[in-house]
């Protein structure tokens, strides 16, 4: 079975997370979705590792922060009768970067969590930027140390 992972790309601005979507090119599967980062494992890549190289593709980025949402993207495909259990990862973005999007994506926005409705139509993952917001935004919850990912 295949690796996945999703990465949940982020800057702070005015205090406030801002999540960076991404419409799917129409001859890619997916096609015309909005979507956070995601991507496939290669051999011998840890899913972190993958997820970074997914980020600088679908990008051009490297991240100033990289942790491991305490959470993963569960959803059966019945195409292939299968079960994903995909791990997600947060990547903080200076947010003043320009964006390179690749031939996978045809446009960028940068979205409030208010705002992600209209375009992030897959429950799990508008459940995990919510998860995100939560932990980057609620004085009762942080950014544990065993979650982040030194890629320094």
Do not use: C
């Not at 003043?96 to 209209?118: C, M, N, R, Y």
């Amino acid at each position: 079975m295949k690796k996945l992972i999703d990465v949940y790309p982020y800057k702070i601005k005015g205090g406030q997370p801002l999540f960076l979507i991404f419409k799917r090119s129409s001859d890619k599967i997916y096609g015309e979705q909005w979507r956070m980062v995601g991507g496939k494992v290669k051999d011998g890549e840890a899913s972190w590792e993958g997820a970074l190289r997914e980020l600088k593709e679908e990008t051009g980025l490297a991240p100033k922060k990289f942790w491991a949402i305490p959470s993963v993207n569960q959803f059966y495909e019945p195409n292939s009768d299968t079960v994903y259990s995909i791990p997600a990862f947060a990547a903080e973005l200076a947010g003043d970067e320009e964006i390179q999007l690749d031939a996978e994506h045809s446009e960028f926005k940068w979205v409030s969590i208010e705002g992600i409705q209209p375009y992030i139509s897959w429950p799990e993952q508008r459940r995990l930027m919510e998860l995100t917001y939560d932990i980057l935004t609620d004085q009762f919850l942080e950014i544990l140390p065993e979650w982040i990912i030194d890629i320094s």
